[in-house]
């Protein structure tokens, strides 16, 4: 890799901009080489969180996409609390809880921290999958 810390961005407010969402983060990742069914899993990850994101709290978020170091590093970040991880998936019949369980079993890496704009959480994605 180059060493290029260059980022790609788009911001969500409602509902209607999660279908953009999940396009642009399909799109980039694809750009950026990672391959299209772990293209997939990270847009089903930046979905899950950004509709957390819309769901509960006041506004919207920025999703920032970049590749650093042999990885697609992906940062979703909102208004909302920092988020826990290492949650246990729900069980088949409950109604919620699932989206942060989702998120740390597709993503190679996932980590919460608090950045200028608010709470970050940072997916990563090795470009060439484990296995």
Do not use: W
């Amino acid at each position: 890799m180059s060493g290029d810390t260059s980022y790609a961005e788009i911001t969500y407010a409602e509902p209607g901009d999660l279908a953009k969402v999940r396009e642009f983060v399909r799109g980039h990742a694809a750009r950026l080489g990672l391959p299209d069914q772990r293209a997939e899993l990270l847009t089903l990850a930046v979905s899950e969180l950004a509709t957390n994101t819309l769901q509960h709290t006041a506004g919207g978020g920025v999703v920032r996409l970049h590749a650093s170091g042999g990885r697609i590093i992906c940062d979703v970040i909102d208004g909302g609390p920092v988020r826990t991880l290492g949650r246990t998936m729900p069980a088949a019949d409950a109604l919620r809880g699932r989206g942060l369980a989702i998120v740390e079993r597709v993503c190679d890496e996932v980590g919460v921290d608090t950045a200028d704009e608010g709470t970050r959480v940072r997916l990563a994605l090795d470009l060439e999958s484990p296995n």
